[in-house]
């Protein structure tokens, strides 16, 4: 089973450490395994981290991470944590395929972990990214139900689907793209949203694709 515990994309939801206890003790009594990708774990804004399912059961779970959201993903860099016998039979697996990072950028990563740089980068961006956490939620909570707040780099509104998909049409009009969560389901349902991401834009982006986001809800809403 793939799960992202930490925010689930795209509508951010999180999963409470019950949840957590009841897959681990799923996986054992079923001689399954977890592959817990830790998606955007370290882009918390004050939520306390919860164990990992990797802590609760490590012979049964594979744990995936990556530094796609802090140094970019152009990088193609991440980690994986599996108990020897996994690990020998991926790493085996990989030499097979041959595709390998850069041998240029893994001893530099190597570096920038072992003296705290990477740390340091994350815990300079996550300032940054609370204060449009906050921007964004402060001006989508008239209009509805804000999941994903708190933590990664979007922040979902809760619509049917019908008015969502009018609001990224409103939105695409004056050159805003806002995917809904439609676009990420495989049945419809009358209860959907829109995903406002806040990561790989400037601040003056953001403030214009508010400007044009906090009108089209509420004309959306009113007709």
């Known amino acids: 089973m793939y799960v992202t515990s930490s925010h689930q994309y795209p509508t951010g939801a999180f999963m409470p450490i ?7 003790d799923w996986a054992g009594g079923n001689d399954s395994m977890i592959i817990e990708d830790d998606y955007d774990s370290e882009i918390r ?5 919860l164990p990992t399912i990797a802590e609760l059961t490590p012979d049964r779970t594979v744990y ?8 970019g993903a152009g990088i193609r860099l991440g980690w994986m944590v599996a108990s020897q016998s996994m690990g020998d039979r991926i790493s085996a697996t990989r030499r097979a395929i041959g595709d390998h990072p850069s041998v240029l950028l893994q001893p530099a990563m190597t570096s920038m972990l072992c003296d705290g740089e990477w740390d340091r980068t994350v815990r300079t961006a ?6 449009r956490d906050h921007v964004v939620a402060a001006a989508l909570a008239r209009f509805g139900e804000l ?6 780099l979007h922040t979902v509104l809760i619509l049917d689907t019908a008015t969502a998909r009018d609001v990224a049409i409103s939105c695409a009009t004056s ?12 049945s419809h349902t009358a209860r ?3 995903v406002v991401g806040y990561g790989s834009i400037s601040d003056d982006e ?7 986001l906090v009108e089209a809800p509420e004309a959306a809403l009113l007709s």
């Open 18 to 24: 019950g949840r957590r206890r009841a897959l681990a």
């Open 45 to 49: 804004y004050g939520a306390v981290p």
């Open 64 to 71: 995936l991470g990556t530094v796609s959201k802090t140094l």
């Open 126 to 131: 996550r300032p940054l990214y609370r204060t």
């Open 147 to 152: 999941r994903g707040i708190r933590a990664g």
């Open 175 to 186: 050159r805003v793209d806002v995917p809904i969560l439609d676009y990420s389901t495989r």
């Open 192 to 194: 959907g949203g829109i």
């Open 206 to 212: 953001l403030d214009y694709a508010i400007s044009i």
